[in-house]
């Protein structure tokens, strides 16, 4: 069982940062592939960003790259995600995940956290 519990959200002006936090429990912390989703008002969840369990590989949605960044800290049993340059549409509630797979997809992820509101303002 891996619980997971996300910090960092707020309200922001477009062009600012933020920085997300996902910590997890469970001693196998760092088997787990991590991502990030996020789930606009009327609209689906989506993928934004992925990790592998050892931090080398890196993958992100077309409409954050350059703009966000993954990392993790197994040492911490934290996954991060620093948001730059945030925009309007970035507003959503933002989910860390865990999953054994290495996915896209939401049905991938076995664990997930409550969510952290993330507001931007034009």
């Known amino acids: 069982q891996v619980q997971l519990v996300e910090s960092g959200g707020g309200l922001v002006q477009a062009g600012g940062s933020l920085r997300l936090s996902c910590a997890a429990s469970?001693?196998?912390?760092?088997?787990?592939?991590m991502a990030w989703f996020r789930q606009a008002p009327g609209k689906e969840r989506e993928f934004v960003a992925r990790?592998?369990?050892?931090?080398?590989?890196?993958l992100y949605a077309d409409s954050v790259k350059g703009r966000f960044t993954i990392s993790r800290d197994n040492a911490k049993n934290t996954v991060y995600l620093q948001m730059n340059s945030l925009k309007p549409e970035d507003t959503a509630v933002y989910y860390c995940?865990?999953?054994?797979?290495?996915?896209?997809?939401?049905?991938?992820?076995?664990?997930w956290g409550q969510g952290a509101q993330v507001t931007v303002s034009s």
């Open positions: 990790i592998s369990g050892s931090g080398l590989t890196t």
């Open positions: 995940a865990a999953g054994s797979v290495w996915s896209n997809r939401s049905p991938n992820y076995d664990y």
């Open positions: 469970g001693r196998t912390f760092s088997t787990y592939p």
